[in-house]
């Protein structure tokens, strides 16, 4: 097998063989779609932190609920902190704004009801980075190999030696 075909082939020459590939506005297309899937990724590392980071606590006072739409209130944190701000979790009920003492995982600006929410939350969107990393590269791999072009080359290539 000759030098350059096949076997041995590092990750560089992969992506390198992959752009020579696209045209430029498929490049661009592909450079863009890869930075958008760093926000999932932004995200799951996000609530990934806040699973670690956060703490167990109550309401304190009364929790405003909209009808169909996000709960606020205000919890006590370790060290004489208050937080307040949406309540992830909470279904809208007619008794909920006059109850107190719900417990929740909360920080300074976020609270939910279930903490495993919170991981399964990242899991989900460090999944779907995964899926959409891959599905972006295969999209490009057929879009830069399957129309021909790879043999185009080859063929182009032989014919000027």
Not at 54 to 61: F, L
Request: charged content about 20%.
């Amino acid at each position: 097998m000759p030098a350059g075909e096949g076997g041995g082939r590092g990750p560089a020459s992969w992506v390198a063989e992959l752009l020579s590939g696209l045209g430029p506005w498929s490049r661009a297309l592909l450079s863009v779609c890869l930075c958008a899937l760093a926000l999932p990724l932004f995200l799951a590392a996000q609530n990934t932190y806040r699973f670690t980071d956060g703490h167990r606590t109550k309401t304190e006072g009364y929790v405003h609920c909209t009808a169909g739409g996000p709960c606020h209130g205000m919890w006590h944190l370790p060290g004489g902190r208050r937080g307040s701000g949406e309540i992830h979790g909470l279904s809208f009920a007619a008794d909920e704004e006059l109850r107190t003492d719900i417990p929740l995982y909360a920080g300074q600006d976020w609270a939910v009801t279930d903490r495993s929410a919170l991981l399964a939350r990242a899991a989900w969107q460090s999944a779907g980075t995964g899926l959409g990393t891959a599905l972006v590269l295969w999209i490009a791999w057929n879009r830069s190999y399957g129309s021909g072009r790879r043999g185009e080359r080859r063929r182009g290539c032989r014919a000027g030696r």
